[in-house]
């Protein structure tokens, strides 16, 4: 069982691996027995192509994708499909759920069969098989919001250090991580226009994980729980603000390990986490009593000195 994931400059999408789970289940109910090849910098632990030997297997099935003989960018590497033919020359390959753009190109001939999904020439084309894939089973969707700037904090600042340490342990979340940011650029499809667009997507978060003020505040606003890093050695803005709110969930820079961070999300995704983030949201609004609004009127009021 093989597909662009199996080689080593080819790309991995979700499309491509649901194909393969598709069609690995038909194999498995089917009682045909298979091995699956992985390219090394996906599945370092996966099998290799380079690692298989061809005259074990009968038959080679290549899942998804176009078929095309278009070198990689990498220089003095061939065609991934036509080294997979070389080497595979022993075995009946059968090309499934695949896309046609040149029926003559030897990517495509090299096949024994080809079961397309689409033609260049065809005016229709079958079902991906993508769609029959089990339903997918629920993950956190989880705001990733940090910033490696604030040099007004001189030598307290961690920002580069905890960024480093946020990016590489949400590289392991089983959650769908999103990049954002709470600067808006009217020109920039990439980065929100207005406040409420930041607001949209906050609202839709499972969790939101910064490095802000802004991202803790506005998270919180939108009643998501907030994973809170005050990336300022000894504390500053972050800190003062999750305890000017009564928010729990903020941490040091000096305890954004995996193991804190594992922990915190766990707390921010739990139901006490949620409840605690929604209690906030219903709370926020037009201020009430003292506080930094009233103290600027007060100093605007006249005959105030």
Sequence with gaps: MTGWFSFLHGEV?????????????????????????????????GL?????DPAAYTHLVFACGPLHSR???ADGVPAPLLELHRRFAGCRRIAVGVSVVDPADPAVTGFDVVLARDEAAAATGAPDLSRHAPPPRAVPVVGVVVTEGQHEYGARRRHGEVARAI?????????ARLP????????????????????????RLDAVV???????????RAGTPVLAVDPVAGGAKVSAQAAALGWPMV??????????????????LSPAGRARARELADSAGAPRG?????????HLAPGAG
């Design 167 to 175: 990016e590489a342990w949400a590289g392991g979340l089983d959650a």
């Design 251 to 268: 941490l040091p820079a000096e305890r954004a390990t995996a193991a804190e961070l594992d922990q915190a999300l766990d707390w921010c």
């Design 48 to 52: 290799h192509l380079e690692n298989v």
């Design 180 to 203: 954002l940011d709470t600067r808006l650029d009217a020109q920039d499809w990439r980065l929100p226009a207005s406040p409420d667009q930041v607001h949209a997507v906050f609202a």
């Design 71 to 73: 070198r990689p960018a």
């Design 290 to 298: 003292p506080g930094l609004l009233a103290d600027l009127l007060r």
């Design 210 to 220: 910064t490095t802000r003020l802004h991202g803790l505040v506005l998270g919180l």
């Design 13 to 45: 999408t979700a499309g491509d691996l649901l194909v393969a789970d598709v069609v690995r289940d038909a194999l498995r109910g089917a009682s045909i027995p298979y091995d699956t090849a992985w390219s090394p910098t996906f599945r370092p632990a």
